[in-house]
């Protein structure tokens, strides 16, 4: 079985690689990613000697480049995306062209060779908010109302992977899940940023009042569940992902504040980030019924052994550094910049 995995070198694609390599020892994996700056081949030290395992530097838009991994391929986990919401604020084009016209080309080639299977990896973000003062949760049947760039973004790539299930029959699974925790995230999302500002004896910004709620996951968990739906699911369908790790980020940050033994005076209220979603929270009963797939990760200790990692990784985080200058990358809160 050989898998073309799309963002290998992201996040949760790294997780995923060594997810597959590690429970199939006759599946050979492709890692195809462009390398933005969210991309980093430190994430995959552990595997890149492995024989099963090949990188293809690349563009998920290059149709040719594409087309050709496609046709040595069995099936796809398509993970490569823009994906802060706030950067989507500042340079929402981006997240249009990768998120959107690069699920398009992947769709296409995917047909066009008869692929067993096409994963996408969505987000619960297409479903919009929730709001606080509610018990409701997203399912499967949700309608999507996504409010941001980014979660307009994916939820384009959402629907149009679903047309390629009813208008050419290509086998695809959807899966949307909550936000992702755990080692080797890039340090723009709140808990890898906010870990790295503590170490460096800085006070962390919290968006707007801090009560937004949040469905936390530990990415290993994640990577099971994808595994397991792109070996498993029953095709035209859509797996909800969760651990129900609802959170609010002052809960999430002040937990952080007391494992890095730092006080509640670093908290730093800052301007509310626009078009802030309020709530996510994931009913996740028919990947549990239909896959037996469960999270294995509870948050309090996943997050110990995330600030753990991090303060072990100094030069994962130095690398990244080094990088980000030689690169000019902007911050991703820029619009906050911008404002205040
Ligand atoms: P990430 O930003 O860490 O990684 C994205 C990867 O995609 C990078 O390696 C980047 O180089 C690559 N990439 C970007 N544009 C590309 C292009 N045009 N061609 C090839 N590669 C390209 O992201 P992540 O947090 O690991 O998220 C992975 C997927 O999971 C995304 O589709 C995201 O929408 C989804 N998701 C993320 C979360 C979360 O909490 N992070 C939650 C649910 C779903
Ligand atoms: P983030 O990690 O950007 O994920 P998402 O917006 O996709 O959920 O943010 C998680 C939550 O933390 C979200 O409610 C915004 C908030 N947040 C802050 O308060 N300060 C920050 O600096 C960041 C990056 C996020």
């Not at 008869?114 to 997203?138: A, C, I, M």
Request: with cysteine; glycine share 6%; hydrophobic share 35%.
């Amino acid at each position: 079985m050989k898998i073309l995995v799309t963002g290998g070198a992201g996040f949760i694609g790294s997780w995923i690689i060594r997810h597959l390599l590690q429970q199939d020892s006759s599946c050979e994996v492709i890692n195809l990613d462009l390398l933005t700056y969210a991309g980093n081949l430190d994430n995959l030290r552990d595997v890149e000697t492995n024989p099963r395992y090949r990188f293809v530097h690349g563009d998920i838009r290059d149709a040719n480049l594409v087309s050709s991994l496609m046709q040595e391929v069995n099936m796809c986990i398509h993970a490569a995306a823009e994906t802060h919401v706030d950067r989507s604020i500042t340079n929402p084009l981006a997240f249009i062209e990768t998120n959107v016209l690069g699920t398009q080309v992947l769709l296409e080639a995917a047909q066009k060779c008869s692929l067993q299977k096409f994963v996408l990896v969505s987000t619960d973000e297409v479903y919009g908010s929730l709001p606080l003062d509610s018990e409701e949760k997203f399912t499967e049947q949700s309608p999507l109302k996504p409010n941001s760039p980014y979660a307009a973004s994916k939820a384009s790539a959402d629907l149009l992977t679903y047309s390629y299930f009813k208008t050419y029959g290509l086998p695809v699974c959807i899966t949307r899940c909550g936000n992702n925790y755990g080692p080797y995230q890039y340090p723009e999302k709140l808990i890898p940023f906010f870990i790295l500002k503590l170490m460096h004896g800085e006070s962390v910004p919290v968006y707007g009042d801090g009560l937004n709620v949040r469905d936390w996951i530990h990415v290993a968990d994640h990577a099971a569940a994808v595994t397991d739906v792109l070996f498993h699911g029953t095709p035209g369908e859509v797996y909800n992902i969760g651990a129900n790790g609802q959170r609010h980020n002052l809960d999430v940050i002040k937990t952080l504040l007391k494992l890095m033994e730092q006080p509640e005076s670093k908290m730093a209220f800052v301007q509310d980030r626009p078009g802030h979603d309020r709530r996510y929270a994931l009913e996740t009963r028919k990947i549990q019924n239909t896959l037996n797939w469960k999270p294995q990760h509870d948050f309090e200790s996943g997050l110990a052994e995330t600030v753990a990692w991090y303060q072990a990784s100094l030069p994962w985080i130095q690398n990244i550094q080094a990088r980000q200058q030689q690169e000019h990358v902007k911050p991703g809160a820029e619009w906050l910049i911008k404002k205040s």
